[in-house]
């Protein structure tokens, strides 16, 4: 069984920043991409940015510039540094592992999403 656990999210006015930590633990071989998701109010979860094993990062179009993710592998831990917040940006921002377990499983687990609001 994997865990994430979110945290740092809260309440910011525009302009801000926050950051977002994503521990993971469990039956965790390795991680191959970790990511941010992230789902505004009415609305469906969406791809906020994604960081491989390697380093190499994607980000949404909307996050570019402003957002920035990071992992410390031997942690099992990724970072979201959002920067420049945007009312826009208010959402329940959710972290999700894709690698194997040690027994050669496949995996793709969720935390259990980190509230982020951001008043104008």
């Known amino acids: 069984q994997v865990q994430l656990v979110e945290s740092g999210g809260g309440l910011v006015q525009a302009g801000g920043a926050l950051r977002l930590t994503c521990v993971a633990s469990?039956?965790?071989?390795?991680?191959?991409?970790m990511g941010w998701y992230h789902q505004p109010p009415g609305k469906q979860r969406e791809l906020v940015a994604t960081?491989?094993?390697?380093?190499?990062?994607t980000y949404a179009d909307s996050v570019k510039g402003r957002f920035t993710i990071s992992r410390d592998n031997a942690k099992k831990t990724a970072y979201l540094q959002m920067n420049s917040l945007k009312p826009e940006d208010t959402a329940v921002y959710y972290c999700?592992?894709?690698?194997?377990?040690?027994?050669?499983?496949?995996?793709?687990?969720w935390g259990q999403g980190t509230l982020v609001t951001v008043s104008s």
């Open positions: 469990g039956n965790i071989l390795n991680i191959n991409v």
């Open positions: 999700n592992l894709i690698g194997r377990s040690r027994t050669w499983s496949p995996l793709n687990a």
């Open positions: 960081i491989t094993s390697g380093g190499t990062t």
